[in-house]
């Protein structure tokens, strides 16, 4: 079966996934060098503490300059913000194209023109509230001091197979509220017959959160909660420094999209929740984790797993980790989904070649190789014992 790999319909919430990454520091005495030399360390200062620049008004997402900060030279970590902004924006520059640029400013017009026209129903939905949003005792794991914060949240997930993770996330109350969002934006759009940009390109129904004002909401959901649990769980796939996102709801039932093909999504780490309402079918079936040379491998019965959505429980895996939707058999689901995404991660993976910490195809071809080695080590070994013996 051939896997898909899902797109966003719209154009990209954030650009660049293309940042020079190298282990050259420059010698510059805190100010920007010149613009041939500009690097980022390969590897990042987890200690340090990055600047925010969400007041800046920018052509790139104030996250990205955020989690980019942490791989300056270590020169230019504590040289003044301004210096730091410039440096970066001249990097992402270099590894975007106009054309990229453009459609990014065509689609912050978009944006802006639906957030200046639409009028929410609830507010407070467009701040992040924890305390409203979470249920107990996902606030109370992340609310743990530093020390043991780690162990808080491991203690809430489950793992009910290799490399998926589940947890009570979402309070009933902001399902209800979010769902009523949801229903009174397409109501809007309805009305006044908009032309709205849809998830991505497997899903005909639901709507783009990030594109009525919700940005922000989803950057604090990310960056203060996803990217804690993927440092933890998915560190192999860029899980520590995830710097953007594309946030949305999906639509399922008899007159919605009916289920959803076998494919991996456009992220590196996916955050899937039910938010209702009530209905049969739907589970979400697994396949496997791979890259992209071995997508559409075979697959083996230890990979296969079928998980069944419960309101407001969350499921969070890989974007590698191949999956789909079965039939929604009646009544109507809706679910949020946040495809988390790391620039640094998709730049060091243009210069690798296999993924033996995640793809499982890559595990069983490096295995082979070491059995074939293995036996041909022993046949040598026979082969001069026999000559010895002679």
Same mark, same amino acid.
């Not at 969400?54 to 008004?57: I, R």
């Given at each position: 079966?051939a896997v898909?790999r899902?797109k966003?319909? @719209?154009? #990209?919430?954030?650009?660049?996934a293309?940042?020079a990454?190298?282990?050259?520091?420059?010698?510059?005495?805190g100010l920007?060098?010149?613009?041939a030399?500009?690097r980022?360390?390969?590897?990042?200062n987890?200690?340090?503490r990055?600047?925010?620049y &969400? &007041?800046?008004?920018m052509e790139?997402?104030?996250?990205?300059?955020s989690s980019l900060e942490?791989?300056l030279p270590?020169n230019?970590?504590? *040289?003044?913000? &301004?210096?730091k902004?410039?440096?970066m924006?001249?990097?992402?520059?270099r590894? @975007?194209t106009?054309?990229e640029r453009t459609?990014?400013q065509?689609?912050k017009?978009?944006?802006?023109?639906? *957030?200046?026209?639409?009028?929410?129903l609830?507010?407070?939905l467009?701040?992040?509230?924890p @305390?409203m949003?979470?249920?107990?005792?996902?606030l109370?794991a992340?609310?743990?001091?530093?020390?043991? !914060?780690?162990?808080s949240?491991?203690?809430?997930?489950?793992e #009910?197979? #290799?490399g998926v993770y589940?947890?009570d996330?979402?309070?009933p109350r902001f399902c209800?509220m979010?769902?009523?969002? *949801?229903?009174n934006?397409? %109501?809007?759009v309805?009305e006044t %017959?908009?032309?709205?940009?849809?998830?991505n390109?497997?899903n005909?129904?639901?709507?783009?959160?990030?594109d009525?004002g919700?940005q922000?909401?989803?950057?604090?959901?990310?960056? &203060?909660?996803?990217?804690?649990?993927?440092?933890?769980?998915?560190?192999d796939?860029g899980?520590?420094?995830l710097d953007?996102?594309?946030g949305?709801?999906?639509?399922?039932g008899?007159?919605?999209?009916v289920?959803?093909?076998?494919h991996?999504d456009?992220s590196?780490?996916?955050?899937?929740v039910c938010l209702g !309402?009530?209905?049969t079918?739907?589970?979400?079936?697994?396949?496997?984790?791979?890259?992209?040379?071995h997508v559409?491998?075979e697959?083996?019965?230890e990979?296969i797993f079928?998980? #069944?959505?419960a309101?407001g429980?969350?499921?969070i895996h890989?974007?590698?980790?191949r999956?789909?939707a079965?039939?929604?058999?009646?009544g109507?689901?809706i679910?949020?989904l946040?495809?988390?995404r790391s620039?640094?991660f998709?730049?060091?993976k243009?210069h690798?070649k296999?993924f033996i910490?995640f793809?499982?195809e890559?595990?069983r071809?490096? %295995?082979?190789?070491l059995l074939h080695s293995?036996?041909?080590?022993k046949k040598e070994l026979l082969? *001069?014992?026999g000559?010895v013996?002679?």
């Open positions: 079966m898909e899902g966003d319909s @719209s154009l #990209p919430p954030t650009s660049p293309n940042v990454v190298t282990n050259g520091i420059a010698t510059s005495g920007a060098p010149s613009n030399n500009y980022l360390r390969l590897n990042p987890q200690d340090h990055a600047d925010n &969400d &007041d800046l008004g790139f997402t104030p996250l990205l300059f942490r791989y270590p230019l970590l504590d *040289v003044s913000r &301004d210096t902004y410039k440096y924006r001249d990097i992402l520059r590894y @975007s106009e054309g459609r990014e065509k689609h017009e978009y944006r802006q023109k639906i *957030v200046s026209n639409y009028q929410p609830y507010r407070e467009y701040t992040m509230n @305390s949003f979470f249920v107990p005792s996902f109370k992340f609310n743990a001091n530093e020390k043991t !914060k780690d162990e949240i491991k203690s809430i997930m489950s #009910p197979a #290799p589940t947890c996330m979402l309070q209800e979010l769902l009523s969002e *949801v229903e934006f397409e %109501k809007w309805h %017959k908009f032309r709205i940009m849809r998830p390109t497997m005909k129904f639901g709507a783009v959160l990030d009525f919700m922000g909401t989803l950057d604090k959901l990310m960056e &203060d909660f996803i990217r804690h649990i993927s440092k933890i769980f998915f560190p796939v899980g520590y420094s953007s996102h594309h949305f709801v999906v639509e399922y008899m007159d919605r999209d289920e959803l093909g076998f991996v456009d590196e780490v996916t955050l899937n !309402k009530q209905f079918g739907g589970e979400l079936f697994f396949r496997g984790i791979r890259c992209e040379k559409n491998s697959t083996y019965p990979e079928d998980y #069944p959505h309101p429980r969350a499921i890989r974007g590698r980790h999956h789909g079965r039939a929604t058999t009646s109507h689901r679910n949020l946040l495809w988390c620039s640094v998709r730049e060091l243009k690798k296999e910490n793809c499982g890559c595990k071809e490096k %295995k082979g190789r293995v036996a041909a080590k082969v *001069v014992e000559d013996a002679s």
